[in-house]
């Protein structure tokens, strides 16, 4: 899948899927998880069709992973019973939806990292007739929320233990790339910790894309959470974790405007390419042209520059880009276009933009 057709019935710019990618790349983390004896739970921010979701979870994964209740809400009204929502949850009217998300599914879990995210979480399920389950979220060095050692995850799960309407089950983290080695410390650290005071800790939960192939190297963790593998991008190539015919969805976007040398406007700008850079120069790779850069994006205009001497475009060209970072590209349209064969069939991104 080096170059896609170029769909002159589509508008530009859009994002096209090419579903044989989708089916491999699925397939292949599966077989690999269970190869090694890993859960794999997806997190479906990186496409938000429930439709992916289902084909994840028919291919073998034990649940899907939401960032936010939205996500969840729209996920389990299309069916997926087996959510692991991995953000704090705070505020009376949050919890109330938590709540009833959590009586009409079969199975939902949560995270928190302190005293006041459990004490709410404890409020809202108080009277519930089976505990929510809860993870504690660990810093392994990624920097974002989470307890900073084993003793305050064991502090945390004796509190979990002592309120009403809410358990203890496991550990999550999302580890900064390559920190395999903190993630297996720390929960081997805080399991022995737990053990020594009669708490089971069930689940060890980490993730992440680009430790994807890395991931039995942490025999502590039972189930990994993993997004972005279903479509890749240019982070990921650039990192060697996939191939470029191993990124399913691409930018289709048009020459708009030649006007100097060495300078060409596309008409995807940052509303649907990202402004992320994720430690990479330029703003995404051009399929079929890998001299070209993507070098400033403006809401509207991609600014595309290449050598002077050379003019690889005309006017209303249409071309490819590999983004940067494809799970903000997902968040920022209404639809996807699959491809199988040469058909197209257009698709809602259910939960775009659900943040809340």
Known sequence: MTGMPQYPELDTPCAVVDLDTVDRN??????????????????IKTHKIPAFAAQQMKAGAIGITCQKIGEAEVMADAGLDDILLTYNVLGERKLARLRALFDRIKSLRVVADNAVVVEGLSKAFADSAKPLEILIECDTGG?????????????????????????????????????GA?????????????????????????????????????????EHRIGTYIYNDRSLMARGVCKEDDCALRVLTEIVSLPTPGR???????KVLTSDLLGLDGYGYVVGHPDVAVKALSEEHGI??????????EIGQRIEIIPNHVCVVSNMLDQVHLVRDGDIETVDVAARGYVL
């Open 26 to 43: 699925i397939e292949s983390y599966q077989t690999y998880c269970d190869k090694h004896g890993i859960g794999l739970r997806p997190h």
């Open 143 to 179: 920097g974002r929320c989470g307890v900073q050692n084993p003793a305050e995850a064991v502090e945390l799960a004796k509190k979990i233990q002592s309120l009403p309407g809410i358990r203890f089950v496991g550990l999550m983290t999302y580890p900064a790339t390559g920190g």
């Open 182 to 222: 903190k993630v297996e410390a720390f929960f081997t650290t805080a399991m022995k910790e737990l053990d020594a005071i009669g708490l089971e800790c069930l689940v060890r939960s980490s993730g992440g894309t680009p430790d994807m192939w890395l991931a039995h190297e942490v025999p502590s963790v039972t």
């Open 264 to 270: 060409a406007i596309i008409d995807a700008g940052s």
């Open 304 to 313: 595309l520059h290449f050598d002077p001497a050379t003019q690889p475009f």
